[in-house]
């Protein structure tokens, strides 16, 4: 079955250091999506990505954060600047249409700011 | 200052009942609902969805029960196994975009 996958599964960066976390969405998948999940606490939309656009953004995702679909396959989110309070898991997520459709996540990358 | 972890709710059955785990979500716009399961480790599985214009979906082993009424979701597992044991989510779609609202989630503990 066609799965979304991360890399890494494990970042840890210094404070301030610019950090990219990589997903393979869906091959047949149009629309990509950025979560997170803080320890203990619920998963939160960041950011939604079709056609090269951003397509929706929560107030988490400012100006620190960009995504990037640099080739056919991979999808990026950068954090510029990195902060204690972005430690999390991101997932990463894809669907083949928009709305009312399942969203399909890979595993996350852990990431850790020291 | 220190974030508050959420208590995630733990449901605990007997191997072969049956299971029934419960959602309220927020938004009466919301048009779309999913459940997921998060294995320890692991990012959300897709385990069924279904849309406001329905009240009940059935999948293998699962249904789905949606009451717009009272705002209540429900996901029923048949028969536990143990390697249903996870977290679960319901998740909204608070209507006319692709963003998902995420519940608390629930702890299903499946013991033998």
């Known amino acids: 079955e066609p799965e979304v996958t991360q890399t890494p599964s494990h970042q840890v960066t210094q404070m301030g250091q610019e950090v990219i976390l990589r997903c393979v969405p869906i091959?047949?998948?149009?629309?990509f999506y950025w979560y997170r999940q803080i320890l203990g606490q619920k998963v939160e939309f960041l950011v939604s990505?079709?056609?090269?656009?951003?397509?929706?953004k929560s107030e988490i995702f400012d100006d620190q954060f960009s995504v990037e679909r640099p080739d056919g396959s991979n999808f990026t989110l950068k954090i510029r600047s990195t902060k204690l309070e972005d430690s999390a898991m991101y997932f990463c997520?894809?669907?083949?249409?928009?709305?009312?459709?399942?969203?399909?996540f890979g595993d996350g990358t852990r990431l850790s700011i020291l | 200052g220190e974030s508050v972890g959420l208590h995630l709710p733990t449901l605990s059955v007997q191997e072969g009942d049956n299971s029934i785990i419960n959602c309220a979500y927020s938004?009466?716009?919301?048009?779309?609902f999913i459940w997921y399961k998060q294995e320890s480790g692991k990012g959300p599985q897709f385990i069924i969805d279904?849309?406001?214009?329905?009240d009940k979906r059935q999948g293998q082993r699962v249904t789905v029960l949606l009451n717009k009424t009272v705002k209540h979701l429900s996901l029923q597992i048949a028969a536990t196994q143990p390697g249903d044991s996870a977290v679960y989510f319901c998740?909204?779609?608070?209507?006319?975009?692709?963003?998902?609202?995420f519940g608390t989630g629930t702890q299903l503990k499946v013991e033998l």
């Open positions: 997520a894809s669907s083949e249409r928009e709305g009312r459709q399942p969203q399909h």
């Open positions: 091959s047949n998948h149009l629309y």
């Open positions: 990505f079709y056609n090269n656009e951003i397509s929706e």
């Open positions: 938004n009466s716009a919301s048009d779309y």
């Open positions: 279904i849309r406001s214009n329905m």
């Open positions: 998740a909204e779609n608070p209507g006319g975009g692709n963003k998902l609202t």
